[in-house]
Antibody, heavy 119, light 107 residues
Framework: EVQLVESGGGLVQPGGSLRLSCAAS????????MNWIRQAPGKGLEWLSY????????NYAASVRGRFTISRDNAKNSLYLQMNDLRAEDTALYYCAVFGDYFDAFDIWGQGTMVTVSS | DIQMTQSPSSLSASLGDRVSISCRASQSVVSYLNWYQQKPGQAPKLLIYGASNLQRGVPPRFSGTRSGTDFTLTITSVQPEDFGIYYCQQSFSSPRTFGQGTRLDIK
């Protein structure tokens, strides 16, 4: 079964750090192009970051560039998002998602992990 | 950044109705336009990719069309399970941007 399972969310104070993980199974993770997408409570979807299969091609949204770092460990079938200098506006449900074979659509999603930034 | 504007922001439909949701891109995205459905408490689900290609497993009552920078998602006969929020998303350039969403309620 194709599956993505996020973990690592929680409550953190402003200025703090958190590392999210996404465990993949059921597909060839090492060649999959992976993304992080978030959704603030009651709001829409915001793409955050992309990493190519080899781990060397990276891309970030302006809202998180310089604060968040995407990485992967293909030996562990895992994707990560290191989040530093967290702000209240980073409070959201964080999803990992896979680019599909055509038109770079997000065709596989995890269930999300919630990050709350509050003092 | 490419802005994606959806309309309407919400709509109500009766079972069996034909409904259409529009999405306009602020510049050309060619056919790099995807549609997702999100139900409460669930992750988004891909419905249509490349403007008009039905994702496997998605019922054929869903369809997508393109006219320039205007895109339309159509549900030919709304079913009870079709309630939720629909998002368009461009995958032509980075950052990948989403529309603000259209909420579909079933009367």
């Amino acid at each position: 079964e194709v599956q993505l399972v996020e973990s690592g969310g929680g409550l953190v104070q402003p200025g703090g750090s958190l590392r999210l993980s996404c465990a993949a199974s059921g597909f060839n993770f090492w060649e999959a192009e992976m993304n992080w997408i978030r959704q603030a409570p009651g709001k829409g979807l915001e793409w955050l970051s992309y990493i190519g299969g080899g781990g060397t091609t990276l891309n970030y949204a302006a809202s998180v560039r310089g604060r968040f770092t995407i990485s992967r460990d293909n030996a562990k079938n895992s994707l990560y998002l290191q989040m530093n200098d967290l702000r209240a506006e980073d409070t959201a449900l964080y999803y990992c998602a896979v680019f599909g074979d055509y038109f770079d659509a997000f065709d596989i999603w995890g269930q999300g992990t919630m990050v709350t930034v509050s003092s | 950044d490419i802005q994606m504007t959806q309309s309407p922001s919400s709509l109500s439909a009766s079972l069996g109705d034909r409904v259409s949701i529009s999405c306009r891109a602020s510049q050309s995205v060619v056919s790099y336009l995807n549609w997702y459905q999100q139900k409460p408490g669930q992750a988004p689900k891909l419905l249509i990719y490349g403007a008009s290609n039905l994702q496997r497993g998605v019922p054929p009552r869903f369809s997508g069309t393109r006219s320039g920078t205007d895109f339309t998602l159509t549900i030919t006969s709304v079913q009870p399970e079709d309630f939720g929020i629909y998002y368009c998303q461009q995958s032509f350039s980075s950052p990948r941007t989403f529309g603000q969403g259209t909420r579909l309620d079933i009367k």
